[in-house]
C-alpha cells in the first residue's frame, strides 16, 4: 500500500481482478479480501483512504515486517476457508478434447488408539496444529473448525470416542467434547 515502487495500489488491483476473470469468471466472483501491506511506510495511509474510496471490499491493514495485523488477518482467511463452498472454478464442458482425473482424496490423517489416548496424526494435522496459537480463544476455535471439517470429529465417533476421552495430538493432549 506504500506505493513506494512507484506502483498504484488501485491500478494493481484492477490488473489482478482482470486476470482473475480471464481464467474464471467463477474465480473472480469469489468472496475477495484484500491485505494492505507495508502500513508502516510514508504514504501508505493516503493511499489506502484512495484506496479504499475506490472499492467496496474487506481490508485488512498490515506491516508483515513488523507482525502488526497479522492474528487477525490469519484468523479471517482460516474462517473464510472453513466455510468456503467447494465447486469447480472452471466449466468441465470447455476441455472435451482433454482428459481430466479426479482422484480420490486420502485422508489428511490417521487415528489409532493407545491404552485410553486416542493418538490423531498425519502431516497436515500435525501442520494446523503447529501453525495455531493456542493462546488465542479464537485460533483455538478456528483449530476445532478445520479439524471438524477434516471429519476428525466424526472419525473419532465412528471408532468408538467417548465424550471425555482423551485425545492427543503430538504431545499435547485435551479433552474430546462430543
Known amino acids: 500500500m506504500s506505493g513506494i515502487e512507484g506502483r498504484d495500489p488501485y491500478e494493481d488491483y484492477l490488473i ?3 486476470e482473475l476473470e480471464s481464467f474464471s469468471k467463477k474465480l473472480k466472483d469469489k468472496k475477495q479480501i484484500v491485505i494492505a501491506n507495508k502500513m508502516d511506510m510514508p504514504n501508505s ?14 481490508i485488512f491493514e498490515i506491516s ?6 497479522l492474528d487477525k488477518l490469519l484468523i479471517e482467511i482460516a474462517n473464510i476457508l472453513d466455510n468456503i463452498k467447494l465447486e469447480p472454478i472452471y466449466d468441465e464442458d470447455s476441455f472435451e478434447s482433454h482428459v481430466l482425473y479426479k482422484f480420490e482424496k486420502e485422508k489428511p490423517y490417521s ?3 493407545e491404552k485410553d489416548i486416542w493418538i490423531i496424526y498425519g502431516k ?3 501442520k494446523i496444529f503447529k501453525m495455531t496459537k493456542f493462546s488465542s480463544d479464537e485460533a ?4 476445532s473448525k478445520k479439524l ?5 470429529d466424526d472419525e473419532l465417533r465412528k471408532k468408538g470416542a467417548l465424550s471425555g476421552d482423551i485425545i492427543n495430538i503430538l504431545d ?7
Do not use: C, P, Q, T
Not at 140 to 143: D, I, L, Q, S
Not at 172 to 178: A, H, I
Open 140 to 143: 483455538v476455535e478456528a483449530f
Open 124 to 126: 497436515e494435522v500435525e
Open 111 to 113: 487415528i489409532r488408539k
Open 64 to 69: 508483515a515486517i513488523n507482525g502488526v495485523g
Open 148 to 152: 471438524r471439517r477434516m471429519g476428525i
Open 16 to 18: 489482478i481482478n482482470n
Open 172 to 178: 499435547y493432549e485435551f479433552e474430546f467434547k462430543d
Open 45 to 58: 495511509k493516503e493511499n489506502l483512504d484512495n484506496f479504499k474510496s475506490k472499492v467496496d471490499v474487506r
